[in-house]
């Protein structure tokens, strides 16, 4: 099976799914945040700050690059993307051309901000703002998704299996 790269917005359990689903698969989880953080040197929060979004988002980039071509050949991977990852049309080319599998966890955008308000988020750090990003998005996860798993008011373990159930149901050929 190819890859499985998990999109959705801040919240929505990409990176607590993805091990999960990693796990029931028996592959590899990567989380692409802790590759930026860990190849910048320094945490989101700082990267932001003295990179600007613009900086954040060409490292995210790098890094998904990177992964994509190194891990290429055999070994399936189970990616959780940033939030954000997929809005720049980079990344979006980027998988376009390795066919990953793409799975949107969708939420609500109360239940997402329940979930991330007080952490250290940039991007997360004002109620009305993030509320506004996540209308802003909400189309662009389903356009490029192949898969759309609801990841709302359930276990991590529930959520893990809805995503193995659309991926043992997926269509076999194309997008
Ligand atoms: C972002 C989401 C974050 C992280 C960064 C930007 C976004 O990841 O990549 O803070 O633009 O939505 P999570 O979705 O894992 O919180």
């Given amino acids: 099976m190819p890859s499985v790269l998990l999109t959705g917005f801040m919240g929505?359990?990409?990176?607590?799914?993805?091990?999960?689903?990693a796990r029931?698969?028996?592959c590899r989880f990567v989380d692409l945040?802790?590759?930026?953080?860990?190849?910048?040197?320094?945490?989101?929060?700082?990267i932001f700050a003295t990179e600007g979004e613009a900086g954040f988002r060409a490292r995210e980039v790098d890094?998904?690059?990177?992964?994509?071509?190194?891990?290429?050949g055999d070994e399936q991977l189970v990616i959780a993307l940033g939030g954000g990852t997929l809005?720049?049309?980079a990344a979006v080319s980027l998988i376009a051309r390795r066919t990953p599998i793409v799975v949107y966890l969708k939420v609500d955008a109360a239940e997402a901000w329940k979930r991330v308000r007080g952490s250290s988020r940039p991007l997360a750090q004002d109620e009305s703002a993030f509320?506004?990003?996540?209308?802003?998005?909400?189309k662009g996860y389903e356009q490029v998704a192949d898969l759309t798993v609801n990841a709302g008011g359930?276990?991590?373990?529930?959520?893990?299996?809805?995503?193995?159930?659309?991926l043992r149901a997926r269509p076999r050929e194309g997008r």
């Fill in 154 to 166: 359930s276990s991590i373990d529930v959520v893990a299996e809805r995503v193995m159930e659309a």
């Fill in 63 to 72: 890094a998904l690059s990177r992964l994509l071509r190194d891990t290429e």
């Fill in 131 to 138: 509320l506004q990003l996540f209308a802003a998005r909400l």
């Fill in 87 to 89: 809005t720049n049309p």
């Fill in 12 to 21: 929505s359990g990409k990176s607590s799914v993805g091990r999960e689903v």
């Fill in 24 to 26: 029931r698969l028996g």
């Fill in 33 to 46: 945040d802790e590759i930026v953080a860990a190849a910048a040197g320094k945490e989101i929060p700082a």
